[in-house]
């Protein structure tokens, strides 16, 4: 409730001192900062919303910190720099513009309600309205005192009452009470203050209850002796108002502190203190029915030849040695070599070993540098030939983070009974992932440095030794959603890809690709290159293939495959349209996929499996444009996975089996004339068993 105050003249009323600082200047600051906001949220607003943003903010950071762990590293290097100066602002606010009651609300006693009016005084009480009491400009009468000290006499201090309130002149001093300077502050910035030259005393603020109807003033000796007059000096706001204020203002430092320490471990410590370079392996590639690739990194010894006898011979067979040995100490090789174990047995087992070339001894190292493979059958016996052969794409070592180490999935096809009949295995990309969390740069240094930092996990090594592997790249061995063709980084990529893992392939189906087919007996596969030849996708003439590769695959569907019953097309993305929350997939060339298929069916070309990964999750579907092909896809062999499926069953391809999601899966297809079995191990089980009869 307002008061009116009549002007003051000079002659009746001596001018006020001034005091040392204005208020206006004290509080303009504090004012203007507040004045965008403080007018449609109001402080009693202000408070639940800062205590809501407090609680949000540190759930914010427990899930940032829990991802930072538990998640993949992309999202956290594209998340966390926002969320960090969300924090920032946030502590900005709770220090500068929170209302003090936000944290005071407990510290400060309330005052007590003033008494009702007397029935029979005629005059409304203009100090109490309600429990909070009623204000003016703003503030209590109450808490308003003036100065102690300074050039102001005690006489001048003076508190005012109005002439209608309870008990009158004789009304004993109100209760002290422990508001919190900022509190008063927050009320002083509701005050009006007067302009220079104007009124401005606190006399001429209340009527004088001994003069009924005039505006003089009578003077109260002060009751509030630590409340601070409104002439004082301004006083610096202290940089707490409680031990809420404080633990908020010190933490959310702390948190992103912490935060920001995890993000450049996460980030650049493997790269800056990971020594790969004395990384020992040696690893098995394509295999034949005579023949055998082996590749090897072995720093520190200059020439290496490799040592080979069949298993399983009584007497046992003598050893054969190649040669001349393989000289890996030429500059910028690496320590890379690479063989081919040529004059072998069909359908036989063999044991190998790594030996020096110059002493003939073998080559130490952990697993050791040998193992054992098998040829494949003969084209004649392709009837009674069986092939187990592994599948998958996606290893991102020690994922997640902090709670996984080395690569689950190749430990577990190294170690678990259900995958010990495996001789081969597919690898349908990202075996290195060069831009998660960083791209560190575009060289062949760094780009190794990726290829040796797989391979210095020890289950790597193992399953490497023993499997015969084979390769294609996908977007991370050169950069998220690849679709530049041969631009920059795809030069060195793709050379350093060559020669740590497509040196060990077949024969590409021409120079300067890495496109190819072979066979294993019963089965025939065609590797796809996905990423070099794209278009932009959605658009009538969009080509994922390029028109040489789709003309060279198109020639490998109808031409008779010797030993051949089932035809494999390997695909580093899904070619289904289940998949389509983005265009990397083969759902952005959805012309081209309905070409390939419908010449499949038009050409009357059986039994033909599409095999694929990419997209960190599990399914399997029969293609809607040609429904004798079946597609299965299975990945991550060990890396992040998200939880929330953009897998659609209702997009067009009927769907077969679609589990739930996980950050480890395996593919196996048991290959035989009549038949082929699909099993899907999800890192702790068989998930899913198929069988697909020949046609």
Request: with cysteine; glycine share 6%; net charge positive.
């Amino acid at each position: 409730m307002a008061i009116a105050i009549p002007p003051s003249s000079p002659s009746s009323q001596s001018p006020s001192p001034q005091p040392p600082h204005s208020r206006t200047a004290m509080c303009s600051a504090r004012t203007s900062a507040k004045a965008c906001f403080g007018k449609c949220c109001p402080p009693t607003r202000r408070c639940a919303a800062t205590t809501c943003i407090v609680v949000c903010s540190t759930l914010v950071h427990i899930l940032g910190i829990a991802a930072t762990c538990f998640a993949p590293a992309r999202p956290i290097v594209w998340t966390l720099p926002p969320l960090l100066v969300v924090s920032l602002i946030l502590t900005t606010y709770l220090f500068f513009f929170a209302p003090p009651s936000a944290y005071n609300r407990g510290n400060a006693r309330k005052q007590p309600p003033s008494p009702s009016q007397s029935p029979g005084s005629g005059t409304a009480s203009p100090v109490r309205s309600g429990p909070t009491g009623a204000r003016v400009f703003g503030i209590d009468p109450e808490t308003i005192a003036t100065q102690r000290s300074g050039s102001y006499s005690p006489t001048s201090a003076t508190r005012r009452r109005t002439s209608g309130s309870a008990g009158g002149p004789n009304r004993p001093p109100a209760p002290e009470t422990s508001d919190s300077l900022g509190s008063l502050l927050d009320a002083l910035d509701h005050m009006h203050v007067s302009a220079p030259g104007t009124t401005s005393s606190t006399q001429n603020l209340l009527p004088d209850p001994t003069r009924s109807g005039s505006a003089a003033a009578t003077a109260l000796p002060p009751t509030h002796q630590h409340i601070p007059s409104l002439g004082q000096a301004p006083r610096t706001r202290p940089w707490y108002r409680s031990w809420r204020h404080i633990l908020c203002l010190v933490l959310n430092p702390l948190i992103m502190l912490m935060w920001l320490v995890l993000l450049i471990y996460i980030v650049f410590f493997p790269y800056w203190f990971r020594n790969v370079d004395k990384v020992t392996f040696v690893r098995l590639g394509h295999v034949t029915d005579t023949s055998c690739h082996v590749a090897f990194r072995t720093p520190g010894t200059s020439k290496v030849a490799v040592q080979f006898r069949p298993l399983d011979v009584n007497p046992p067979a003598s050893w054969t040695t190649t040669s001349p040995p393989m000289d890996v100490s030429a500059a910028g090789s690496d320590a890379l070599g690479n063989v081919e174990l040529t004059g072998l047995a069909p359908n036989t087992r063999y044991e190998y070993y790594l030996v020096d070339g110059q002493l003939g001894t073998r080559l130490a190292g952990d697993p050791i540098l040998g193992g054992s493979f098998k040829t494949n059958y003969a084209v004649a016996d392709a009837r009674k030939a069986k092939a187990s052969v592994a599948f998958g794409s996606c290893i991102k070592r020690d994922t997640p983070f902090f709670s996984e180490s080395g690569i689950r999935g190749f430990r577990d096809l190294a170690n678990r009974p259900e995958l010990q009949s495996v001789d081969q295995m597919l690898f349908f990309g990202d075996w290195v992932y060069v831009d998660v969390p960083w791209f560190y740069k575009d060289s062949v240094e760094a780009f190794r440095w990726h290829y040796k930092n797989v391979m210095d996990v020890k289950e790597a090594r193992e399953v490497s030794r023993r499997v015969n592997m084979y390769f294609t790249y996908d977007d991370h061995e050169i950069s998220n959603n690849w679709n530049k063709g041969t631009s920059p980084p795809f030069p060195n990529a793709n050379s350093v890809f060559s020669e740590y893992l497509a040196v060990t392939n077949p024969k590409p189906a021409a120079p300067d690709t890495v496109y190819f087919n072979h066979t294993t007996p019963p089965a025939c596969f065609f590797f796809m290159d996905t990423r070099r030849y794209r278009t932009q996708p959605n658009t009538p003439t969009s080509s994922m293939l390029g028109a040489d590769q789709l003309a060279y695959l198109k020639r490998w569907l109808t031409d008779p495959q010797p030993g051949c019953n089932w035809r494999f097309l390997v695909s580093s993305v899904p070619m289904t349209i289940n998949w389509s929350i983005d265009d990397d997939t083969w759902y952005g060339f959805r012309n081209e996929r309905r070409d390939l298929l419908h010449y499949i069916r038009d050409q009357g070309v059986k039994n033909v499996i599409v095999l694929s990964g990419d997209r960190h999750d599990v399914a399997a579907q029969r293609m809607d444009e040609n429904r004798d092909v079946v597609e299965v896809s299975v990945s991550p062999v060990t890396n992040f996975h998200s939880p929330i499926s953009v897998y659609r069953k209702d997009n067009g391809d009927e769907v077969l089996f679609k589990p739930p999601i996980g950050p480890v899966a395996v593919g196996v297809v048991e290959v035989e004339w009549e038949k082929v079995k699909f099993k899907v191990w999800d890192g702790s089980k068989i998930s899913w068993e198929y069988e697909i009869v020949a046609k």
